[in-house]
């Protein structure tokens, strides 16, 4: 799509932050309103807006896509959304150790444990460890608390944290993010261990690089989604 605007602007109204352009609200794809829940992330998502050189190109607007999927796909039913990013305490990465060396095995209990630590302390629950792929079930009692404390979250930083968990394969990873204030960068490099390790081994190629370098730069991203949504 051509760029058909000149001015974009952020207007206070009563669902929140509108971006205008040109003085006209911007709709999201479901033609809702797209307003922000707070100034600084209203300015991020203007700001893309602004960057837009002659064709707008959407894939160069992350922070734009994000709370399109807040406001049309998350809020309408964030109960149901919530659950689905919940699920994932279930099967969370850092309950799956190595089996050896025990090199990786000492790596991943020092980028691992203070996570959960963390989550063991903020949200009264236990978790259960294994080794190598075989399923473990964790306590019921932990999965309802941490079931309702996804479910506590706006359809916002919902919408970040499904990119989160995702991405990295654990629920505390993005709940670290999201309700401890963790560093993104410091999370992902612990979510990123087994990873790293291989490509120590036996080394990484470009193509690799590149897709990490990406799911890095995504990450990040909405890490700091969340944190302008929160301010």
Same mark, same amino acid.
């Given at each position: 799509?051509?760029?058909?605007?000149?001015? &974009?602007?952020?207007?206070?109204?009563?669902?929140?932050?509108?971006?205008?352009?040109?003085?006209?609200?911007?709709?999201?794809?479901?033609?809702?309103?797209?307003?922000?829940?707070?100034?600084?992330?209203?300015?991020? &998502?203007?700001?893309?807006?602004?960057?837009?050189?002659? =064709?707008?190109?959407? #894939?160069?607007?992350?922070?734009?896509?994000?709370?399109?999927?807040?406001?049309?796909?998350?809020?309408?039913?964030?109960?149901?959304?919530?659950?689905?990013?919940?699920?994932?305490?279930?099967?969370?990465?850092?309950?799956?150790?190595?089996?050896?060396?025990?090199?990786? &095995?000492?790596?991943?209990?020092?980028?691992?444990?203070?996570?959960?630590?963390?989550?063991?302390?903020?949200?009264?629950?236990?978790?259960?460890? =294994?080794?190598? &792929?075989?399923?473990?079930?964790?306590?019921?009692?932990?999965? =309802?608390?941490?079931?309702?404390?996804?479910?506590?979250?706006?359809?916002? =930083?919902?919408?970040?944290?499904?990119?989160?968990?995702?991405?990295?394969?654990?629920?505390?990873?993005?709940?670290?993010?999201?309700?401890?204030?963790?560093?993104?960068? #410091?999370?992902?490099?612990?979510?990123?261990?087994?990873?790293?390790?291989?490509?120590?081994?036996?080394?990484?190629?470009?193509? #690799?690089?590149?897709?990490?370098?990406?799911?890095?730069?995504?990450?990040?991203? #909405?890490?700091?989604?969340?944190?302008?949504?929160?301010?």
């Amino acid at each position: 799509m051509k760029r058909f605007y000149t001015d &974009v602007g952020v207007v206070e109204s009563a669902e929140g932050f509108a971006i205008e352009l040109d003085g006209r609200p911007v709709r999201t794809p479901a033609r809702a309103l797209l307003a922000l829940p707070t100034p600084a992330l209203a300015q991020a &998502v203007a700001a893309e807006w602004r960057a837009q050189g002659d =064709t707008i190109d959407p #894939a160069a607007m992350p922070f734009t896509g994000l709370a399109n999927a807040a406001i049309d796909h998350v809020a309408p039913d964030p109960a149901a959304f919530a659950a689905g990013i919940a699920r994932y305490a279930q099967s969370d990465l850092l309950c799956y150790r190595a089996e050896g060396p025990d090199a990786l &095995v000492q790596r991943q209990a020092d980028a691992w444990n203070p996570l959960l630590e963390w989550a063991q302390a903020r949200y009264d629950v236990t978790f259960l460890l =294994t080794s190598g &792929v075989i399923p473990v079930a964790q306590p019921t009692e932990s999965i =309802t608390r941490l079931d309702a404390a996804v479910a506590a979250l706006d359809p916002f =930083t919902l919408a970040a944290l499904s990119t989160l968990v995702t991405l990295s394969g654990s629920l505390v990873c993005g709940l670290a993010i999201v309700e401890g204030g963790r560093d993104p960068a #410091a999370v992902w490099q612990a979510a990123e261990v087994d990873e790293a390790w291989q490509s120590e081994q036996w080394g990484e190629d470009a193509e #690799a690089a590149a897709r990490n370098s990406r799911r890095a730069a995504e990450f990040s991203m #909405a890490g700091a989604f969340c944190a302008m949504s929160r301010i």
